[in-house]
């Protein structure tokens, strides 16, 4: 009988909890390539910085970047109805394409936000933080 040694016995283990500890877990209900329908591509509004948009059943967050490698959002709140806070992380994916290419990611509306006028979005990225208006 062959006697594995301890190290090779629980390498599986070890590699499992590293792969699942590399995955970023999105807020978002649905993440697509592109802008929102609304948009088209002659509009004028790409200056690489985000858009919050109203979406049917919650909020469109517009971002520009590596189409490979989207940032993701981690968490969304409404420290107040007025404000909704959206915090993004950098792409786990790797190698990441070097293009500029908008994504849109939708997210449910918390607490007593609603869809109206004078709603901001803090959008907070790894080194730079966005303040918009809902549009």
């Given at each position: 009988m062959t006697r594995?040694?301890?190290?090779?016995?629980?390498?599986?283990?070890?590699?499992?909890?590293?792969?699942t500890g590399c995955s970023v877990k999105s807020v978002a209900?649905?993440?697509?390539?592109?802008?929102?329908?609304?948009?088209?591509?002659?509009?004028?509004?790409?200056?690489?910085?985000?858009?919050?948009?109203?979406?049917?059943?919650?909020l469109a967050v517009v971002t520009f970047g590596s189409s490979s490698c989207p940032p993701v959002p981690t968490s969304i709140s409404a420290p107040e109805p007025e404000r909704i806070v959206v915090e993004f992380t950098p792409s786990p994916n790797d190698p990441c394409t070097a293009d500029l290419a908008p994504t849109t990611h939708?997210?449910?509306?918390?607490?007593?936000?609603?869809?109206?006028?004078?709603?901001?979005a803090e959008l907070?990225?790894?080194?730079?933080?966005?303040?918009?208006?809902?549009?």
């Open positions: 594995w040694p301890a190290a090779l016995l629980v390498l599986p283990a070890l590699l499992a909890v590293s792969l209900t649905e993440t697509t390539e592109g802008l929102p329908e609304r948009y088209i591509a002659g509009d004028n509004l790409f200056n690489g910085e985000p858009l919050a948009l109203w979406a049917e059943g919650g939708r997210l449910d509306l918390p607490g007593d936000v609603q869809a109206v006028a004078g709603v901001t907070r990225f790894e080194q730079q933080t966005y303040s918009v208006p809902v549009e």
